[in-house]
């Protein structure tokens, strides 16, 4: 069974700050990964995706792929309390189905 | 242009009723899927469809059900319901293709509590 693996949390950072997060996959043969950001009573909103390993940056935010390690992370610099959230590792398999994480939540303090 | 939309936003049920929820996709994607999240976890796959027809599911019972339209619309039917089917149930939508990333982008969900 396909599994992704994240630490709950919460995880504090005061604002300014880098917050990395981090997560964990089962699937050896899984291509495609990405960050969902979930602030509390909504839905997913996709924040990075990534493919190859390495490191992939959009504004504050930098995703970094290790398929030989099979782990994938997230760091937020800069950190704002409006970051403040839960975000959830996913990856892809078979048609298009994502295996999720069940989240780390982000409490970043003014 | 409209993203994914989901109806209705809340609604509550008793056990052993069932429920028909509703999805419209983003425009220009054709797959839709179904995720359950729980409080307190992340999304789980129900199903997709594809052309009308189911093409991948989940580990989810029977009671769980799902159709999509001619215009990409899906309804996700659940029966007899239970307790621990109270959740918040997410729509996705995702372009078919040779250009497609693979990206999913989600509706604000339906939260569902059954008593």
């Known amino acids: 069974q396909k599994e992704v693996e994240q630490n709950s949390g919460p995880l504090s950072v005061p604002e300014g700050a880098i917050a990395s997060l981090n997560c964990t996959y089962s699937?050896?043969?899984?291509?495609?990964f990405f960050w969902y950001r979930q602030y509390s009573g909504k839905s997913p909103e996709l924040i990075m995706s990534i493919y190859s390993n390495g490191d992939k940056e959009d504004g504050r935010f930098t995703a970094q792929l290790n398929k030989a390690s099979q782990y994938v992370s997230l760091l937020i610099r800069d950190s704002q309390p409006s970051d403040s959230a839960t975000y959830l590792c996913a990856v892809l398999s078979g048609y298009s189905t994502l295996t999720f994480g069940k989240g780390t939540m982000l409490l970043v303090s003014p | 242009d409209a993203g994914v939309t989901q109806s209705p936003t809340h609604l509550i049920k008793t056990r052993g009723q069932q429920v028909t929820l509703r999805c419209s996709p983003k425009s220009g994607h054709d797959t839709v899927s179904w995720y359950q999240q729980a409080l307190g976890q992340g999304p789980q796959f129900i199903f997709q469809?594809?052309?009308?027809?189911?093409?991948q599911r989940g580990n989810f019972p029977d009671r769980f059900s799902g159709h999509q339209f001619p215009n990409y619309s899906s309804e996700l039917n659940v029966n007899a319901l239970l307790l621990g089917d109270s959740a918040l149930y997410l729509c996705?939508?995702?372009?078919?293709?040779?250009?497609?990333?693979?990206?999913?982008?989600f509706g604000e969900g339906s939260r569902l509590t059954v008593l």
């Open positions: 996705a939508s995702r372009e078919t293709g040779a250009s497609s990333t693979g990206e999913l982008f």
């Open positions: 699937d050896r043969g899984s291509q495609s």
């Open positions: 469809y594809y052309e009308e027809e189911e093409r």
